[in-house]
């Protein structure tokens, strides 16, 4: 009854067609008093549930409630949650399926980056929740002889993960942060389409992402496929040219152990 969409006197009516013996016992569990009857006291539990989980859903994606403003983010939670109530114990999952939702939503066909404006915010939650690895450093590198360099395979930590858009949503995503004390809404103008790779990592408790270019995004596909060093030297030469290729490569590296992108290096099997 308190999860009903529709209140608790319809989810009662329900559970009356469906289970009327079930019903008899709820009706017999709350009792209504002077000040209220039974069902209104159990529709202020109902209101308390979905507003809960309605707040839960604005601090999980704060750039998308700023950019569809306040009354559409409500209807499309409402219309979420209808359509995938918790079903699980921990608040933190209650939104696992909002990118899929979005994208055959009315407000996702209006607005087709939506979808990955909300897949880049479960990113950033997931990264938050992954598990703590120990930090790669530079002296590690530095203790595997020359030779053994081109065999090595990196390990990405467990929070770093690399996205692909077609829209530049993380540029969205920076703009609703600046603009959080404006009221947002549809004053945020939308993002550029433009295929868009962004990075999502953290460092210590806190999350961090950014857009990343496509050497970067060659290199970060050979990382997070278990490919040597060789391997992901390879193709970045592809991409930037063999003058510049060791370089970049270098400060790739640099960069990843700096970030905690990486979490350890081992000789590649074979």
């Excluded at 000040?35 to 159990?42: T, Y």
């Excluded at 696992?96 to 939702?101: G, H, K």
Aim: charged share 30%.
């Amino acid at each position: 009854m308190i999860r009903a969409p529709e209140g608790a006197a319809r989810g009662l009516e329900t559970l009356e067609r469906e289970d009327p013996a079930a019903a008899r016992i709820a009706r017999e569990l709350v009792v209504g008093d002077e000040r209220l009857a039974a069902l209104e006291r159990v529709e202020i539990y109902a209101n308390m549930y979905f507003y809960r989980l309605l707040e839960c859903l604005e601090e999980d994606h704060p750039a998308l409630r700023a950019f569809l403003g306040y009354e559409d983010f409500h209807d499309l939670v409402v219309d979420y949650l209808v359509a995938h109530p918790p079903s699980h114990y921990s608040l933190r999952h209650a939104g696992d399926a909002l990118p899929e939702f979005l994208a055959h939503h009315p407000l996702g066909r209006e607005w087709p980056f939506l979808p990955e404006l909300a897949k880049l915010e479960r990113s950033i939650l997931d990264a938050f929740d992954a598990p703590d690895a120990p930090r790669l450093s530079v002296d590690a590198l530095r203790s595997f002889d020359p030779e053994e360099w081109s065999t090595l395979r990196l390990r990405p930590a467990p929070a770093a993960r690399v996205l692909d858009f077609g829209w530049d949503v993380h540029d969205l995503w920076k703009r609703t942060r600046e603009e959080e004390n404006s009221g947002g809404g549809r004053n945020l103008a939308p993002p550029v389409r433009t295929p868009t790779s962004v990075l999502v990592w953290r460092e210590n408790w806190t999350v961090y992402h950014r857009r990343v270019d496509p050497a970067e995004r060659v290199a970060l596909g050979a990382l997070f496929a278990g490919e040597s060093l060789e391997s992901l030297c390879e193709k970045v030469t592809e991409t930037v040219g063999e003058q510049e290729a060791p370089e970049r490569v270098f400060s790739l590296l640099r960069r990843w152990v700096e970030q905690e992108v990486v979490s350890g290096v081992e000789p590649s099997a074979g």
